[in-house]
């Protein structure tokens, strides 16, 4: 029994160790989801590139289309001029050829802007394509190291947690339940050392009894304040 505060430290230790394992394994699908969310920009940046590269080349098929008609209009005009008699009505069909030539006109200025706007979206989707794919690579390689971090992780908690089973097997049943108790409650440690009169984990001043008490290695004396199992370095 001399000796059982020092097993429970070893015990500590691999309980320590086991919970950081355990935390980083549960961690692990949230750290790769936020590894991958960095693609979402990325691909919402080159979905926009194409959004535009398609609509400026819908433009541009909707201004031909409106260009046709208007030269099949002049045609019409032209036809109608051969047949008209009166000079009048010649002149009022010329003025018509006059402003639909006026209207293809600034129609083919659109065209022509719509032509720039392809190339720039263009260019623009190139870019974001790139850069897509850059990142994907990064991601990618992240993602890889953390699936092997993962399985390193698994190894070593596999063997935190044999050797904790044959660290636990030496140890009277009864101070395990009691250690087992209060290390459940903390999130750090369930045994704390004396240091300087002081409860070594919630630092709150210990009773010179308590004291007196944490030196037996045989009583299990706890810290009054923070419940943590009390020791005393010889
Ligand atoms: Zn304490």
Redesign the pocket.
Known sequence: MANVIEQLLVLQTCDQEIRRLRKEMEDIPLRRQQIEARLNAHQEGLAQAERELLEARSRIKHLEGEIDSAREQIKKYRDQQLQIKSNDGYKALEKEVAVTQAAIRKLEDQELAAMEVVEAATAMAGQRRESLAGEQKQVDEEVKALLARGEDVGGELARQEDERKAVAAGIDPVWLRRYERIFAKQRDAAI?RVEHGT?G??H?KLSPAQIVDARKTDTLTL?D??G?MLYLAS
């Open positions: 704390a409860c984990s919630c709150m810290c304040f923070c943590r």
